[in-house]
């Protein structure tokens, strides 16, 4: 009798490759970007209660023009709704419609509630089934459909189930943005300011000079600095995402403003949405970088001004000190250990620290109060 132990190491690599494009009109029924001609013609749609009312009979009329079959899953709207159930909806859908999952993606229409529900449901069913997403928000079109990330809400917890899994295209339409609440258009802008404050110091001052009225006018000017805006944005989310998508490295410069912001987000909901929330961490984290002398006290006060412009909060009741420190332990234990927070260096730049006390913070929370008085600032 042999009692030796054995081993086998397995390593294998997926390769990933999928597009973001943009188009116009895309319910036009004459556009057949949606519907790619080397696929059959039945299709599941996926779409929310707000952006059925809206767009329910665009839609429609879209897939009785282009499809053989259809059939349309409508999910109540909101981040409360983002949790297990709505999963679990979209998995009885796929399978009811008996979808032939090689030939037949699914197509979510909608926010990045929607998209990351969809995103998870495909991912799971089958352990693959390909899927298309249109994201009818900015925070969709900037963010939520650019990167590899699904999932839902999870007991207490913010996206604490999902996984990477990239849709076969996403198609960025701004003309959805027409609809979008100016509330939803400055959550939107957030992520983009985000990507501004750690590596574009010119798209921050593209947002000081034009953030103000691409907001007010849903973006629908379509004029060079709104595009400008909006590309510069995605690009660098790439930029950061695509080296490292599936987050081996714990030092992302992406994930500035989503240190302390779960925490808030959760703890407020559903009062703070979530670019909401992903500015208060970067105000806060603004002020940090004042206190430790990486940001200049006129810098700051640009940047809460633009902040205030763009109709995003500098401060809420839930930024206590109590609530900052939970979250920065949870965040802690998410990346291994360290708090590989980063910090803002000047405008356009960043750095990771590990030494954050509850001094500085309490600090910070001091600035904080006394930002209110920028011109501009909401609070
Ligand atoms: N997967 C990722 O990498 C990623 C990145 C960023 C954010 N997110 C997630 O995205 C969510 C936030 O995205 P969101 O703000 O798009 O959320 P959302 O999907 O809840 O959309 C916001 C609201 O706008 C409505 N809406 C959607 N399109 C509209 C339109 N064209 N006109 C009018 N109303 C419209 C929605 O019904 C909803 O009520 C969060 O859950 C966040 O975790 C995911």
């Known amino acids: 009798m042999t009692t030796n132990n054995r081993s086998w190491t397995v390593s294998a690599q997926q390769d990933v490759n999928y597009r973001v494009e943009t188009t116009f009109d895309i319910l036009d029924p004459a556009n057949p970007t949606l519907i790619d001609g080397e696929y059959g013609s039945r299709r599941l749609i996926v779409t929310d209660t707000t952006v059925d009312a809206l767009y329910g009979e665009k839609i429609r009329a879209y897939a009785e023009a282009n499809l053989t079959e259809h059939r349309i899953l409508v999910l109540p709207h909101g981040e409360s709704n983002k949790r297990w159930i709505a999963v679990e909806t979209v998995l009885e859908a796929i399978e009811s419609f008996k979808l032939d999952r090689r030939r037949e993606p699914v197509i979510a229409i909608g926010g990045g509630v929607l998209t990351d529900i969809v995103g998870f449901a495909c991912s799971i069913y ?91 006018g849903r973006f629908q000017q379509h004029s060079d600095a709104e595009q400008q805006i909006i590309d510069r944005a995605i690009a660098g989310m790439l930029e950061e995402l695509e080296p490292n998508l599936w987050e081996q490295n714990l030092e992302r410069l992406v994930d500035y403003g989503h240190s302390f912001s779960p925490t808030v987000e959760m703890k407020a909901l559903p009062e703070l949405l979530h670019g909401e929330a992903v500015c208060l961490d970067m105000a806060l984290t603004t002020a940090i970088s004042v206190h430790r002398g990486l940001v200049s006290a006129e810098q700051a006060r640009r940047v809460f001004t633009v902040m205030g412009k763009l109709g995003l909060p500098v401060s809420h009741p839930a930024m206590t000190v109590g609530n900052l420190l939970e979250g920065l332990a949870d965040t802690t234990r998410h990346r291994n250990g360290l708090q590989r927070l980063p910090l803002p260096v000047g405008i356009g730049a960043a750095v990771f620290v590990n030494d954050l006390t509850p001094a500085d913070i309490a600090a910070a929370l001091e600035i904080l109060a006394s930002a209110a008085q920028f011109e501009g600032a909401a609070v």
């Open 126 to 216: 089958r352990r693959n089934t390909p899927f298309v997403r249109v994201p009818t928000t900015l925070i969709g079109i900037v963010d939520a459909s650019v990167g590899v990330k699904t999932g839902v809400n999870f007991q207490a917890g913010k996206n604490k189930i999902g996984t990477y899994f990239a849709a076969s295209r996403s198609l960025l339409d701004t003309s959805f943005l027409a609809s979008l609440g100016a509330r939803h258009v400055s959550n939107g802008l957030a992520e983009i300011l985000k990507i501004a404050l750690i590596k574009d110091r010119d798209l921050f001052s593209l947002l000081e000079e034009h953030g103000a009225s691409a907001r007010a």
